[in-house]
Nanobody, 114 residues
Framework: QVQLVESGGGLVQAGGSLRLSCAASKSVFSINDMGWYRQAPGKQRELVATITSGGSTNYADSVKGRFTINRDIKNTMYLQMSSLKPEDTAVYYC?????????WGQGTQVTVSS
């Protein structure tokens, strides 16, 4: 069974940067869309950014200009987060869509202190 393994979360001060990574535990024949969601305490899960197999990206308005999503040829995905704000504090989840199979990462905590 393919799993997505996330890394890179942590505690950072406001204005700082973090880079999240999301890697498949083994080769997946074909991954189409990938992306990141986040969920803050007491709030619904929010779509943060997506990237297609062709490299097209989309961002939530709240992170545009601050976050950058990309993926490499091995389908490892990254989320570069800059100018972080306390409201970015959440558990970040990556996902990958392979055909009709939707795979989720385990989540990684990002905490931004003011």
């Amino acid at each position: 069974q393919v799993q997505l393994v996330e890394s890179g979360g942590g505690l950072v001060q406001a204005g700082g940067s973090l880079r999240l990574s999301c890697a498949a535990s083994k080769s997946v024949f074909s991954i189409n869309d990938m992306g990141w969601y986040r969920q803050a305490p007491g709030k619904q899960r929010e779509l943060v950014a997506t990237i297609t197999s062709g490299g097209s990206t989309n961002y939530a308005d709240s992170v545009k200009g601050r976050f950058t999503i990309n993926r490499d040829i091995k389908n490892t995905m990254y989320l570069q987060m800059s100018s972080l704000k306390p409201e970015d504090t959440a558990v970040y989840y990556c996902y990958a869509l392979s055909g009709t199979l939707l795979i989720w990462g385990q989540g990684t905590q990002v905490t931004v202190s003011s």
